[in-house]
């Protein structure tokens, strides 16, 4: 025999109110939850996910140092490979021969347009790029930051950059001993070895570091102008000391690669060991 079984209205009515109760206490829950979120107080010392927080003198890790800084340190050993193999290969170059045709073509036509308003100019641009003026300024700056956020890492970069050049460009004028200019094209005495121009390296270092800076602190619509006017300056620089006649043309070029090749350096190596130590609270 079969029997069929027979469900009461009531219980079925029983369980449906039960499913209900229960899904209304659910939503009940999420919704106070929800409420309590919205409620809370932001953290005030809470960054939000993606956001760098440089700034120049206060450097932090940004939330995507892990990949953007590993890509960035990529590009900077490449530019520092080219930069490098560019001033080897003119050192070579000028090692094996005195003068160049294109070094006294350039020589020759400076000394061809020549004037007295040019050469006072020239005179205080190349000044920008001695040690007298970069070395005071990287001081200064540096106190700046200190004073200013307790933090002495972007100082150190800027310092090292600079110091750095100086030290390469005076071993590889001892290595390469070439011959300054004629003195009788020269409009002033000058000693020493000439290639690398040092004024060339420790501009190029300097105002490239600064350029590093600028970026590592988020700075991207000042950025462009910047590097304009940090070219501008460098160009100028190496361009007095040809028109001055203390340097060749590829004497120029060389302290250009070099000082690059150092900053691009740095800038590979920097971020992951000199900024990894926390700013000092206020």
């Known amino acids: 025999m079969i029997e069929f079984g027979v469900f009461s209205p009531a219980a079925s009515a029983t369980a449906t109110t039960i499913r209900v109760s229960h899904s209304a206490r659910f939503i009940g829950d999420v919704a106070q939850r929800a409420k309590a979120r919205i409620s809370q107080p932001p953290d005030r010392g809470a960054v939000p996910s993606g956001l760098a927080t440089y700034t120049i003198g206060r450097v932090r890790t940004p939330s995507h140092e892990g990949s953007d800084g590993g890509a960035a340190a990529i590009v900077a050993v490449a530019i520092s490979a080219a930069c490098w193999i560019v001033f080897v290969a003119l050192a070579i170059v000028v090692s094996t021969s005195d003068t160049l045709s294109v070094d006294q073509s350039v020589l020759t036509w400076v000394g061809e347009h020549r004037s007295s308003g040019v050469t006072s100019a020239m005179r205080t641009v190349t000044w920008l790029g001695s040690a007298a003026v970069l070395y005071p300024a990287t001081f200064v700056l540096a106190l700046h930051w200190w004073r200013r956020d307790r933090d002495w890492r ?4 800027l310092a090292a950059g600079l110091a750095g050049s100086t030290v390469l460009y005076n071993i590889f004028k001892r ?4 011959p300054r200019p ?6 002033g005495t000058y000693s020493h070895w000439s290639f690398p121009s040092g004024h060339a390296t420790q501009c190029m270092a300097f105002f490239a570091m600064l350029l590093v800076l600028a970026w590592l602190a988020g700075r991207a619509r000042r950025l462009q102008l910047w590097a304009i006017a940090a070219a501008v300056v460098a160009l100028a620089v190496g361009a007095s ?3 001055l006649g203390a340097h060749w043309f590829t004497d120029v070029l060389g302290g250009y690669a070099l000082g690059g090749a150092w900053v691009a350096l740095l800038t590979a190596a920097g971020p992951k060991t000199i900024l990894r130590a926390p700013p000092r609270d206020r």
Do not use: V
Request: glycine share 6%.
């Open 154 to 157: 972007a100082g150190a970069m």
């Open 175 to 178: 290595i390469t001993e070439r």
């Open 182 to 187: 004629p003195a009788s094209d020269a409009l």
């Open 241 to 243: 000391r040809i028109y």
